[in-house]
């Protein structure tokens, strides 16, 4: 069964440096996104991309955060320089279309850790 | 804006039944679905409700009634490996859609 995959699966890193967390989103797909969850909290939007750009961006997602699709298969999420509270487990997800009935796949996400 | 509520904890043992309550608010709505998480994992999709009335895969259910704003996911027999945060969210609508907004997630615990 195709799936949505991230890599690294845990990044550690010190407060200012600049992060890219990759997504291969499932081939035939067309809507990618990338939400975060803070430790014991609920899964938060960030940013959804459609058609080689941001359709909808969350409060969350201010000029530190990027996305980009730079190849037929990888979508990115850079963080210019990263604060305490950017940690948190980052999740990309696709669907293959708009349409209500069509489901959000979740990859395993990426484990942040700002030092 | 949307807001989802669902109790922060429920536990129970092996071979009951269970129903995690959902209700929400929202401007527009375009059903509503459940997400199963394991600790660190990522959120895995169990149903989606666009009607009113039950949906059944397997062990699991779920319920909409969108008079009353309300939804439930049952799980029936239940066994130690359910044991998990399940969320339920929406879809966002107009100009946010696609986007999916959660709850904050109920925690169960599955005892022998």
């Known amino acids: 069964e195709p799936e949505v995959t991230q890599t690294p699966s845990h990044q550690v890193t010190q407060m200012g440096q600049e992060v890219i967390l990759r997504c291969v989103p499932i081939?035939?797909?067309?809507?990618f996104y990338w939400y975060r969850q803070i430790l014991g909290q609920k899964v938060e939007f960030l940013v959804s991309?459609?058609?080689?750009?941001?359709?909808?961006k969350s409060e969350i997602f201010d000029d530190q955060f990027s996305v980009e699709r730079p190849d037929g298969s990888n979508f990115t999420l850079k963080i210019r320089s990263t604060k305490l509270e950017d940690s948190a487990m980052y999740f990309c997800?696709?669907?293959?279309?708009?349409?209500?009935?069509?489901?959000?796949?979740f990859g395993p996400g990426t484990r942040l850790t700002v030092l | 804006g949307q807001s989802l509520e669902q109790p922060s904890e429920v536990t129970a043992v092996e071979g009951a039944i269970v129903q995690i309550n959902c209700t929400y608010q929202?401007?527009?709505?375009?059903?509503l679905s459940w997400y199963q998480q394991h600790d660190g994992g990522a959120p895995t999709f169990l149903s989606y409700?666009?009607?009113?009335g039950l949906e059944e895969t397997g062990r699991f259910s779920s319920f909409l009634s969108r008079s009353d704003s309300y939804g439930y996911l049952l799980l029936q027999e239940l066994q130690m490996k359910d044991s998990a945060s399940y969320f339920c969210?929406?879809?966002?609508?107009?100009?946010?859609?696609?986007?999916?907004?959660f709850g904050r997630g109920t925690q169960l615990t599955v005892w022998p």
């Open positions: 969210a929406v879809r966002g609508t107009g100009s946010t859609l696609g986007r999916l907004y």
């Open positions: 991309f459609y058609n080689n750009e941001i359709s909808e």
């Open positions: 081939s035939n797909h067309l809507y």
């Open positions: 997800a696709s669907i293959r279309t708009s349409g209500l009935g069509d489901t959000q796949y």
């Open positions: 409700n666009a009607l009113d």
């Open positions: 929202t401007s527009g709505f375009y059903g």
